[in-house]
DNA sequence: TGGGGGGTTGACGCAGCGTCAGGGTCAAGC
DNA sequence: GCTTGACCCTGACGCTGCGTCAACCCCCCA
């Protein structure tokens, strides 16, 4: 006769496990001796190896009770739900650990490598660091719901940036936004001028960049909140293009045109 | 400003989780409107979905904070180490997929091939079911401790069964055991003298079976505590086997030779 | 006779939320 | 003005598989 130390201690688990699986009825509760101690037979032994077996298997408790006095087919057919919710479990580690690849550097964190490389091609063109975080939290929004969509168009925003007046642009921004004097700027205007200007052109090109019908509006008002939040003086630059003819910051569509 | 339904829906979360984030301080707590509701900024869903791309990645929630403002080599030492252990994780799963890859058939559990192979050939011999599983039994526990070491022996085990009296053995115990009427039984008998002419054999041809001494004794106290526990003819089967100067069941040991 | 290494029950703790219970709020339709 | 349904609020328990006290009992050895 054994006691709980010893039957533990053959099947390799702890006695608190041998007291949980009496607890929930998993393994029956053997006699006690004069003591009050549990004391058990050689066969407790085979039943807790198996129900360890199950169980290192991934078998949750629950369901080891059943499949021990289940017959043969039932319990193939238990084998197979649980082998295939494996193979769930480890492909999901799986696209973890590709996810967690991605995170080696700050930026990656949410964001496809293709975001990466355009804002990295932001720095090298002198666009300033507290500009590019900002632009990343933008990609983020948008990656967060069309992560595939979004490489699509990352091209198309890498050939923008061949354009020097796109590259003064988010020059003049850089310098806007890093300067923490508050006043009203000169180089606010410069900015909202070049934006009208490269509307203009998207615009007569026919480009839809971005959005076509599909696309839901909150997305783009997020991106405006986004941008509001991180910087005030966006308000100023967003009254400044409708001056020019244009609403919106993120998207922006030409105003019907009332103020001849 | 959005809601909190709004927030978790554009994060892909649910409401619970957001308040659950809350209480844990991992995401700030926003302001309240009149009536008392959250209100976010956009900032706040490109918190959110940093956190959930860390927890997707396995990060437990108490290391996100931690992580999401670390300088970035404290982050990528951070990752390196979720990385190890989701390697690790994944590891285990698979070798529980190919545990429950044993499991297909009841026997199986908890047993290796060569064993599987050993009682199924004890079938084609005309062992009874209920032999069967009582060797089975004996063998899982004889496998929890030394696997590796049961493959080894059990070519030899499978050599014996072409033995005829070892059949013999094992049918007339089958019988023995089948049978419901426990009276004295002069199969018993028979029984005692073919185990004790193998061992003799055994002996005589030097086998030191199984034992050596790197094992102790424990496993083979337990192996015939659980015959003794299916059957309990088997202790007057002990009995005869010390009579004709054998003691034990499982490991027989020849009794010094007082009875001349 | 005391100490150390067993055993006993009972209870809380953990992670990451799900899921009530028992309210209040808001917008819309009657 | 009243109802309805979809939200929001806090508070609390539930789930899994045990780990880890606490407070006490028991046996064996010196």
């Given amino acids: ?60 408790l629950s369901r080891i009770g059943q499949m021990l006095d289940a017959d043969p087919a039932a319990f193939a057919e ?40 355009y804002l990295d091609r932001l720095r090298e063109l002198g666009v300033s660091e507290r500009m590019v975080e900002g632009e990343r939290d933008g990609w983020i929004l948008l990656a967060a719901r069309w992560s595939d969509r979004v490489r699509e ?51 007569a090109s026919g480009e839809i960049n971005l959005g076509e019908e599909a696309y839901d509006d909150l997305p783009h008002d997020l991106l405006d909140s986004l941008a509001v939040e991180a910087d005030p003086r966006v308000e100023r630059l967003v009254e400044l293009l409708r001056e020019r003819g244009w609403s919106g910051w993120n998207r922006m569509e030409r105003l019907a045109e009332r103020p001849g």
């Fill in 153 to 203: 168009f990352m091209p198309g925003k890498l050939a923008q940036l061949d354009d020097p007046r796109v590259v003064r642009l988010y020059r003049v921004l850089s310098e806007i936004f890093d300067d923490d004097d508050a006043g009203d700027d000169s180089r606010l205007e410069e900015a909202a001028d070049l934006m009208a200007c490269l509307a203009e052109q998207a615009h």
């Fill in 78 to 117: 238990a084998v197979r739900r649980i082998d295939s919710h494996l193979r769930d479990e480890i492909q999901r580690l799986e696209t973890s650990r590709e996810q967690i690849a991605q995170l080696a550097a700050g930026d990656a964190l949410a964001l496809p490598s293709e975001v990466i490389a």
């Fill in 1 to 60: 006769m054994l006691t709980i130390g010893q039957l533990a201690a053959y099947a390799g688990v702890t006695v608190r496990a041998v007291r949980h699986y009496h607890q929930i009825g998993l393994l029956p509760e053997p006699e006690r001796d004069a003591a009050g101690y549990r004391r058990y037979r050689a066969a407790a032994v085979v039943s807790l190896i198996k129900i360890r077996t199950l169980a290192d298997a991934g078998v949750p």
